[in-house]
């Protein structure tokens, strides 16, 4: 049964690096592993997407070990603004079902 | 592009009532999402469409709803009879890259039935 798993929370302050691991033990072999951060009342807003290794965009950092049971955000330097819900999505191996993991809810403090 | 749009963004009905949600995707794009989530539940799949037909419906709840998409620029999600367990906000996202996961989501439509 794929199993998709976040830390609930997490807190932080102005100007740290965050690292946030999804775990993901049944994702499908093929598919990508993207990331979405969400603020109260607004939709799902993605961040960055990876296959293998190492994603850098201009606003994160995605690592994902050779066995893709799991993935790594790193934001850089997070400011008041990063506060939000950050949630992890695959495709599930076996079913291959879409499957959202159940968040993180990241706090930055001044 | 305006973005996806979602109508309404709020809706209060009482039990047994039929609701419909709508959603307008990002031209060009050729995948459809709808999704609810709840406290309890989170973000969940209901179902998507590939070029208007439906691909995976099994996220569906119940035959209570259903979802349709009679063209590349619309479509609608019901609840027919409404449920006070159906209170969510409904989410419809698209994409127009294939095995890309990147979706652009609407604002949504917060359901809250009586």
């Known amino acids: 049964l794929a199993k998709t798993t976040q830390p609930i929370s997490m807190d932080s302050y102005e100007g740290q690096e965050v690292n946030i691991t999804c775990s993901h033990n049944?994702?499908?072999?093929?598919?990508?592993i993207t990331w979405y951060q969400q603020f109260p009342s607004q939709g799902p807003r993605f961040i960055i997407q990876g296959y293998k290794t190492k994603v850098t965009n201009e606003v994160a950092s995605l690592f994902i070990p050779a066995d893709r049971k799991s993935s790594t955000l790193s934001l850089p330097r997070v400011s008041l603004s990063d506060t939000a819900v950050y949630y992890c999505?695959?495709?599930?191996?076996?079913?291959?079902?879409?499957?959202f993991g159940s968040g993180t809810r990241l706090l930055v403090r001044p | 592009d305006a973005g996806v749009i979602q109508s309404p963004r709020h809706e209060v009905t009482e039990m047994g009532q039929e609701v419909t949600l709508r959603c307008k995707p990002i031209?060009?794009?050729?995948?459809l999402f709808w999704y609810r989530q709840t406290m309890m539940r989170g973000l969940e799949l209901l179902i998507y469409f590939n070029n208007n037909v439906p691909i995976d419906d099994s996220g569906m709840p119940e035959d209570r709803f259903s979802a349709k998409m009679p063209n590349a620029s619309f479509s609608t999600l019901k609840i027919q009879p409404s449920e006070p367990r159906d209170s969510a906000v409904y989410f419809c996202a698209s994409s127009g890259t294939p095995g890309s996961n990147e979706q652009f989501f609407g604002p949504g439509t917060r359901l809250t039935v009586l």
């Open positions: 999505l695959h495709w599930g191996g076996s079913s291959y079902k879409l499957i």
């Open positions: 049944n994702i499908a072999t093929n598919d990508y």
């Open positions: 031209s060009g794009h050729d995948y």
